[in-house]
């Protein structure tokens, strides 16, 4: 088990992607881009991401006006772009590929997160055949549960590829 000194230099080391790489796996962009950098991967197994979470987010201002709460769901969605950065790595044409949801298994929401938190998405590969898998996920703010899921996904063709 890692001391807490030695997880917090590991969450200050160089990460493995910045944002500039992340735009170049993730079709998604502003403002449903909801990771920031990747921490952690581990080659088809199992990768860490982080997303900041703001005030500045569109979706606080109406979840809750005077009381901002992140929605579970686009903690789940974190997840599932964390997800899809290890998935679309070495994906042959992934220009003209999509990643999309097909499933969540018991998403369970522990404590609510709040501008100024980051979010740490941590996502282990279950499975996967062909274009279908399966992933384990856990975020955490300052070590502590938040959010945990499974998702499924397919890979498809992107419409006019």
């Known amino acids: 088990m ?3 000194t030695e997880k917090r230099s590991s969450r200050a080391a160089k990460p493995v992607y910045g944002i500039a790489e992340i735009l170049k796996f993730l079709p998604h962009r502003y403002p449903f881009l909801m990771v920031d950098r990747i921490l952690e991967l581990e080659e088809d197994r199992r990768i860490v991401g982080l997303k900041n979470v703001t005030i500045n987010e569109e979706f ?18 974190s997840m599932a772009q964390v997800a899809g950065i290890l998935v679309f790595r070495h994906l042959p044409d992934k220009e003209k590929k999509l990643i999309y949801f097909t499933g969540i298994e ?4 522990r404590r609510p997160v709040v501008p100024g938190d980051q979010l740490h998405v941590e996502m282990l590969l279950l499975n ?8 384990q996920g856990r975020a955490t703010v300052d070590d502590k549960l938040v959010a ?11 419409p006019g590829s």
Do not use: C, D, W, Y
């Open 148 to 158: 945990e899921a499974t998702v499924l996904f397919a890979i498809v063709e992107k």
């Open 128 to 135: 996967r055949r062909n274009n279908f898998g399966k992933m």
């Open 60 to 77: 606080f201002q109406g979840h809750f006006p005077g009381a901002p709460v992140m929605p579970g769901v686009l903690i789940i969605e």
């Open 2 to 4: 890692a001391s807490e």
């Open 106 to 109: 018991n998403a369970k929401f």
